[in-house]
């Protein structure tokens, strides 16, 4: 494989949660004086840390988030990820087929450690997740689409970041990997191929990935 380190997203790429997590964000900040829909999230928060969230009502509104903003929400959260939540589909295939062949592979969430160890126990993929591959951007100072979490899962695992490709589905996502100098591969089932632009390669289903990681490379846009 050309890679020596597959990166994968959490949210959306691993674990089938951004229709969950948005919707309920959306409903908060609606029922916190903030109208926001579904379409309005997935947009502006999506693949964002908590902090933005915060930013971003305040730079809009003038207007600062509770305190217990983040408590509140991931409480919601987890308690719908218990009901709903399911591994993407096709994932399991990939991460079997990585774990099979010895090729290292981490996440690196911008959210908590604690969402993605709840949502991995929900989905059963904590089997293929232990703590030496779990980064959060509670670990770093700057979520993405600053580069500083992608960076820091690389140098933890011991690779260079120009031998690393991350698997993302958002354009923060994307941003950040590419500004760690990383190749990135866009999944496309949520978000619209053109606003994962800066991938070298875009795909639509799961499946297709295992296939992706051992091709000779090259940009592919279609």
Known sequence: MRYELVIFDNDGVLVDSEPISNRLLAAYLTELGHPTSYEDSIRDYMGSAMHRIHDLVLERTGQRLPEDFDEVFHARVFAAFERELKPVAGVVDVLEKLAGNGVPYCVASSGSHERIRVGHRTTGLERFFDDRRIFSSQDVGRGKPAPDLFLYAAERMGVAPERCVVVEDSPLGVQAAVAAGMDVYGFTAMTPAAKLA???????????LADLLVSSGGRDTH
Do not use: P
């Open 198 to 208: 800066g991938a070298a390669r875009l795909f639509v289903a799961m499946g297709e």
